[in-house]
């Protein structure tokens, strides 16, 4: 499993969750201790939004413990709004395609679990993209496809519905092809303004989720596993939840998959 920390608020330095504490995403990526693995070296990534609607990315295939251009990064990059991830494949190769978060125009994601059977779906999954969302499939990975989908029913004008719809499809399509579904997943995904989660298995073990305030509540965090001791700073977020970061502050709602509407949109057409 890998592990992930995102953040929105008040601009702070990426180091803040990256780097500087006791348990941060760095140590995280050697000494995990909310993963089914405590290793995650198969590489890493840091997606931020500065200036510009589009954010700037930096990943690579060394484990983060073993890249000095990260820690020099995250010193010095001060953002409001980020996501950084190491990680521990499942699907896909280790190369820097495969390495979260991926981008497509404003929107970045970055995701922690995995879709079982994938190797026996993917070619349908990838035929739902339109030919101008399939040449942003630059990887390998059930991660990178999930989030085209998501772009596929309309991330950009009701997120939280468009991932419901792929988780959904993915379920439709898992029960169609293999006979049972079984999806685990914890995501973050932003335009740029507001920061998205969602904690979701279709067996009720989804990967942990985590949210705490920053730097005296100016912010807030969302995190695989804590990054201290101070444990009652930490909020666990219920499996079958999505979380929205936004102006307004965090807010938590059911998270549940549309399952049946892609048979039912063909039906009907």
């Known amino acids: 499993m890998c592990r992930w920390a995102a953040y929105r608020g008040a601009p702070v330095f990426i180091e803040e969750l990256v780097s500087s504490p006791a348990h941060s995403l760095i140590v995280q990526s050697h000494c995990a201790t909310m993963a089914h693995t405590a290793t995650n070296g198969d590489g890493f990534g840091l997606a931020w939004y500065g200036e510009r609607p589009e954010p700037g990315r930096y990943r690579d295939v060394l484990p983060a413990w073993a890249d000095c251009n990260l820690r020099s990064l995250a010193s010095q990059i001060r953002s409001g709004l980020f996501l950084a991830h190491v990680r521990a494949a499942t699907h896909g190769s280790t190369r820097r395609d495969n390495c979260h978060p991926f981008v497509v125009g404003n929107w970045s994601f970055m995701h922690n679990g995995q879709i079982s059977g994938f190797a026996h779906l993917r070619r349908r999954l990838e035929a739902e993209l339109s030919d101008v969302l399939f040449g942003f499939r630059t990887g390998t990975t059930d991660s990178e496809l999930l989030f085209l989908l998501a772009l596929q029913f309309g991330l950009d004008d009701k997120p939280l519905e468009a991932m419901a719809k792929a988780a959904g499809f993915v379920e439709d399509l898992s029960n169609e092809i293999l006979g049972h579904a079984l999806l685990r997943f914890t995501a973050a995904f932003s335009d740029g303004k507001n920061l998205f989660a969602v904690r979701y298995a279709t067996d009720a073990r989804a990967p942990t989720l985590y949210a705490a305030p920053v730097c005296g509540g100016s912010g807030h965090c969302l995190v695989s596993e804590p990054l201290d001791d101070e444990k009652d700073a930490w909020v666990e977020i219920p499996d079958g939840s999505t979380v929205i970061l936004n102006e307004r502050g965090l807010d938590v709602a ?14 009907a057409g």
């Open 254 to 267: 059911l998270f549940e998959p549309a399952t049946g509407w892609a048979a039912r949109m063909r039906k």
